[in-house]
């Protein structure tokens, strides 16, 4: 069975970091692009970044989180991580890592094979 676990969201004060991890089972995420994606209440869903698969390498931010947000990749433990630092409120919301062939960054609509259930961050004093 094909599943995508995130975990490391919680709370954060401004300016704060958090770690988000990205975990498959039932595939190897090294063949596969991984996105992360966020959706604040009321708002859609958007882009973050992208890691595309190891034969590829290549990587992309949004430009809203270029500087403070990395993406990586531990082949070993199958895992996607999000390094998320200098967080500000405008980060808040549900966080989201898909996998896919491709990164397909050029296309901001382009949907994802498989998802994961969503992580919550909340930046707030």
């Known amino acids: 069975q094909v599943q995508l676990v995130e975990s490391g969201g919680g709370l954060v004060q401004p300016g704060g970091s958090l770690r988000l991890s990205c975990t498959a089972s039932?595939?190897?995420?090294?063949?596969?692009?991984i996105g992360w994606f966020r959706q604040a209440p009321g708002k859609e869903r958007e882009r973050v970044s992208c890691?595309?698969?190891?034969?590829?390498?290549?990587?992309y931010y949004a430009e809203h989180v270029k500087g403070r947000f990395t993406i990586s990749r531990d082949k070993a433990k199958n895992t996607v991580y999000l390094q998320m630092d200098s967080l500000n409120p405008e980060d808040t919301a549900v966080y989201y890592c898909?996998?896919?062939?491709?990164?397909?960054?050029?296309?901001?609509?382009?949907?994802?094979?498989?998802w994961g259930q969503g992580n919550q961050v909340t930046v707030s004093s």
């Open positions: 039932g595939f190897t995420l090294d063949y596969y692009a």
């Open positions: 890691i595309a698969s190891s034969a590829i390498s290549s990587f």
């Open positions: 898909a996998a896919d062939r491709l990164c397909a960054w050029q296309d901001p609509h382009y949907e994802y094979d498989y």
